[in-house]
């Protein structure tokens, strides 16, 4: 969903810029500006998702007493933070 609203936004903004007329041009900017929304709605969404869904299940885990899922759950989350602190180094440099 999210990719989808992205390629949408994108084809809004090409359009705004080969706009000739005013009126055109603010109506393709209008439809730009519910696109962009839609893509950081869906974008928070999926965040969201993202951090919710491995917390619920640890959650589970330690309330039913289940201590290997739990440090199955707690080990996924430190290759995560691992992954994204390599992503950001290299971005950076």
Sequence with gaps: M???NIKERRGNNISVNNSRTRAKKE????????AKRNVNKSV???TRNYIETPATKAEEAAHQNRM???STLHLQQIQR???ANCQSSAVHH
């Design 81 to 83: 933070q691992l992954q």
């Design 68 to 70: 290997k899922n739990l």
């Design 27 to 34: 109506k393709v900017q209008e439809e730009y500006t519910g």
């Design 44 to 46: 928070r969404e999926d």
């Design 2 to 4: 999210t990719i989808q």
